[in-house]
């Protein structure tokens, strides 16, 4: 005979900001460095690659370190996400996911398999409108300073109580 567990819902706290931007990086990092990794077995990319060239750009230390820096913005931002104070934290977000949108669309002009590397491209897009998406709705607080002053003058509204980042949720 079976005993009857009692029914529970799981504990579903909030992620905050902070965590989803750094998780998004670390996806983002993690799709451009596979799909890199994985173009190797597109055939003639390895002889290409011996011969000294890339799509269309010569193998040199100038195009070494470009891919070294393309490679390390992600990785840092996974580290700003954490770390930076939330004001410079969203504007680093913002820009950076909107610089990479054109440098992530260009990386499909190189791929021979048009599936393979659109699918990256839109999956990498995808994880930078996420980014833009956290960072552009971090949730605000009102500070002490307009509460002293009086909330409801503070947000032109009677009876006001709290701000919400979700227009229409409070």
Known sequence: MRTRQPTTTLDDQPVPVRVKLAAAWTSFMFLYAYVDILGFFTPGIVEDILDGKVFEFDLSQTFSTTALTLMAVPIFMVVLS??????????????????????TVFNVAGGFWLYFYGLGVVLELIVLALIVRYAWTWP??????????????????????????????G
């Open 82 to 103: 954490a770390t930076l104070p939330a004001r410079a934290n969203r504007i680093a977000n913002l820009v950076v996911a909107s610089l990479y949108v054109p440098v």
């Open 140 to 169: 605000r607080t009102v500070s002490t300073a307009s509460m002293a002053a009086g909330p409801d003058r503070e947000l032109g509204r009677p009876d006001a109580r709290r701000v919400s980042a979700h227009p229409g949720r």
